[in-house]
């Protein structure tokens, strides 16, 4: 059962389809107008959105911008007018999951609703952790944080040693956890340590601990992380900063598992799993004789590279949901949407730091709005006054010749194909489906990459 969203004028509609829905077991809510139904979009149970595209006032389609801006994930199918195939065309480059066209034919509104209920949420981000015990969420749907969540599934089943790489604010930290939550041994202890935070001194103490006397003011006895930590994860963040003696000290836990608190000849054994991280290029470190290469070795047995935010903008409407949820969370705020125009202004931004930079400034613009929306008004200058992002990725040809809207879709996703070799990641990216649907539509359509219409001939 599912709780539908049935946005229509017409009343009669509305009836035949809350009847025909009911019947099928699911429950609806109806709104008469696109203003009403943000509002009713917002509710958290909503599961799928029906909407006409032809509504008084405000229309399907500003309906749609603000459902996608407000909360990217759900799924919305349009009623479109017969013939009205630019609207139709419109609607999908605008986030729609599907269309169902005027005379509605009931058998093709189901399947259309029971494949937008499949739609498997999953894909777009990745929540790792034991059955209620702490989870880490990550959000994204990018080929990049898609390959990102594959290899955290493939470095998680055994205990190597990890390198995570990616500019600041990426993310690396919240990848370290999401591989600890993923391994056999999340029920050890996590620990992270920033490297650049301490002196050398403190450091060393701070990692291995220290004895009685060690130092100036060490007055008992301290254990280090290393020893805390167990047989779970030690996270060492900018690992690129470790001095020399530190340097020589982590390989020597590295390869042979042991190391001595500060003021001690005690030799102590480690049973700890690393992971370490950087934003800095350290074969360049590395060249530059800062640091020691077979340390560099040691810590890259695996590698995780993290994207940029300014490559994957496709990622930026799911964090801002995933993000405004936890901000009004925190900050006891009812933020709901998100206007287009703030949308478009976050969509344009380079984000030089990254995913922490997005958080900031929503948690701002949040902390400034008295209403349930996110408006440009409140965003920072910088990102306010951004020139906007060219909207349609391709242009569509006028003299095309007039064929069906079924036909412009195996045409379009057959020239996208093409367009990537065949490569599908990109394809969904650019067509703005999932992975499923894709596929779904490659089997429908009998498309074949060029090499197997080849061996066909
Ligand atoms: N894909 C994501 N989904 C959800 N939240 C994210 C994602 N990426 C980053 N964040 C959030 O952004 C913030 C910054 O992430 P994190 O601290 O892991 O970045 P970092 O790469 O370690 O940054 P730095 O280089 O500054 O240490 C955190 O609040 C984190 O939860
Ligand atoms: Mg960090």
């Not at 934003?279 to 810590?299: C, P, T």
């Amino acid at each position: 059962m599912a709780h539908i969203l049935l946005v229509d004028d017409d009343r009669a509609i509305c009836r035949t389809l809350n009847h025909h829905f009911q019947q099928s077991g699911h429950r609806v809510t109806l709104g008469y107008t696109a203003e009403e139904a943000v509002d009713l979009a917002a509710g958290p149970d909503v599961d799928v959105v029906v909407s006409d595209v032809r509504l008084p006032g405000r229309d399907g389609m500003w309906l749609l911008s603000e459902i996608k801006a407000g909360r990217p994930t759900l799924p919305v199918i349009m009623i479109t007018a017969f013939h009205d195939f630019e609207t139709t065309v419109a609607a999908m480059q605008g986030g729609a999951v599907d269309y169902v066209a005027k005379p509605i034919d009931l058998d093709e509104l189901n399947a259309a609703i029971e494949r937008a209920l499949s739609h498997d949420s999953q894909e777009e981000g990745l929540v790792i952790g034991p059955p209620g015990g702490v989870t880490t969420q990550i959000v994204g749907q990018s080929t990049g944080m898609k390959q990102v969540f594959k290899s955290i599934g493939l470095v998680a089943q055994s205990r190597i040693t990890v390198l995570v790489l990616g500019e600041s604010g990426t993310g690396k930290e919240l990848v370290a956890r999401a591989v600890h939550n993923a391994s056999p041994d999340r029920h050890h202890p996590f620990v992270a340590v920033n490297c650049a935070a301490l002196v050398e001194t403190l450091l060393e103490s701070e990692m291995f601990g220290h004895e009685r006397g060690a130092f100036t003011g060490a007055v008992t006895a301290h254990k280090g992380k290393v020893e805390q930590v167990g047989e779970g994860t030690l996270f060492l963040d900018e690992i690129a900063e470790l001095s020399p003696r530190m340097q020589s000290k982590l390989l020597r836990i590295l390869e042979e598992r042991e190391y001595s608190p500060v003021g001690s000849t005690q030799v102590k054994r480690s049973k700890a799993r690393f992971i370490t991280a950087t934003n800095v290029d350290l074969r360049e470190r590395v060249a530059s004789g800062q640091f020691r290469e077979d340390l560099y070795y040691r810590l890259n047995v695996a590698t995780i590279m993290l994207p940029p935010l300014r490559t994957r903008a496709c990622d930026v409407p799911l964090l801002v949901d995933f993000l405004l949820r936890k901000i009004n969370k925190d900050l006891r705020k009812t933020i709901r949407r998100v206007s287009s125009e703030a949308m478009e202004c976050l969509l344009s931004y380079d984000w030089p730091g990254n995913v922490r930079e997005l958080e900031n400034v929503l948690m701002k613009s949040a902390v400034l709005e008295r209403g349930d929306a996110l408006t440009v008004d409140s965003l920072p200058l910088e990102i306010r006054q951004l020139p906007k992002a060219p909207k349609a990725l391709f242009e569509y040809e006028c003299d095309r010749p007039l064929c069906s809207l079924r036909e412009l879709e195996r045409q379009h996703i057959q020239r996208v194909l093409t367009g990537t070799n065949w490569h599908k990641g990109k394809t969904c990216d650019i067509l703005g489906i999932s992975r499923p649907r894709l596929e779904r539509r490659i089997r429908e359509f009998g498309l074949v990459p060029p090499r197997d219409e080849r061996s066909i001939e």
